[in-house]
């Protein structure tokens, strides 16, 4: 009973909108309380808490929220504050509330070895780019099978495409890497996953759906204006 009220009520109040000004400030404030109840209860509801961070979730939530206009019930959060040796992608969906894909993905070799410490909007610098994503088409490339990303956040990731940056199989992401060399190889930027997911992901998340990349460095938020 209290996930269907609570349900109703957010479809209610998502749906609302605020006047700006002073007089309407405790409704904000209430408003943005009841947004956070209510990840949280989407987050215990597909049962999360074991698999990836909460304030991983709550940001990739809130900017699917604000930039979702295509309606896809697929979000793919990547979580550069764990290391590479972790599975630290993770796609869901959630108008069913299941999680589709937890696997490993390799950050940019400039970005950091065995965690991702330092990221960048910048050609040439071989460093992975933090926030928000929009999937585009696929194609063929010299990785294989490869999807096109659009970094939707100006200065933070929008050069995704002068870039090249897309996601890609790639053999040095494998757990036999990891066993050898104590971390994962590491791409030019690009979130690589292991070979046999890439096409399977890829084929899930293309055409439109949301991608976030997630670090606990306080500077992105600072940044950004979707979080």
């Not at 764990?82 to 993905?105: G, Q």
Request: glycine share 10%; net charge neutral; charged share 20%.
């Amino acid at each position: 009973m209290r996930t269907i009220i609570i349900s109703i009520l957010f479809l209610i109040f998502g749906n609302l909108t605020f006047p700006i000004g002073g007089g309407y400030k405790p409704h904000e404030n209430w408003y943005s309380g009841f947004f956070d109840n209510a990840c949280v209860l989407l987050y215990e509801e597909m049962n999360l808490s074991e698999l990836m961070q909460v304030d991983a979730f709550k940001a990739a939530f809130t900017g699917y929220k604000k930039l979702n206009n295509n309606n896809s019930a697929i979000l793919t959060v990547i979580d550069f504050s764990l290391p590479s040796t972790e599975k630290r992608m993770y796609v869901l969906d959630l108008a069913h509330k299941e999680v589709l894909y937890s696997t490993y993905v390799a950050h940019g070799r400039n970005s950091g070895d065995n965690y991702a410490t330092s990221f960048s909007n910048r050609n040439g610098s071989h460093k992975s780019s933090l926030g928000f994503y929009r999937t585009g088409g696929t194609y063929q490339g010299s990785n294989g099978y490869s999807l096109l990303l659009d970094g939707l956040e100006k200065g933070i990731n929008d050069e995704a495409r002068s870039r090249a940056i897309v996601i890609h199989g790639a053999d040095y992401c494998s757990e036999q890497v990891i066993r050898s060399a104590g971390r994962l190889g590491r791409s030019y930027g690009c979130p690589a996953l292991p070979r046999e997911l890439a096409k399977p992901i890829i084929d899930t998340i293309k055409g439109g759906s949301l991608l976030f990349i997630y670090s606990n460095r306080t500077d992105y938020p600072a940044m950004s204006e979707v979080v």
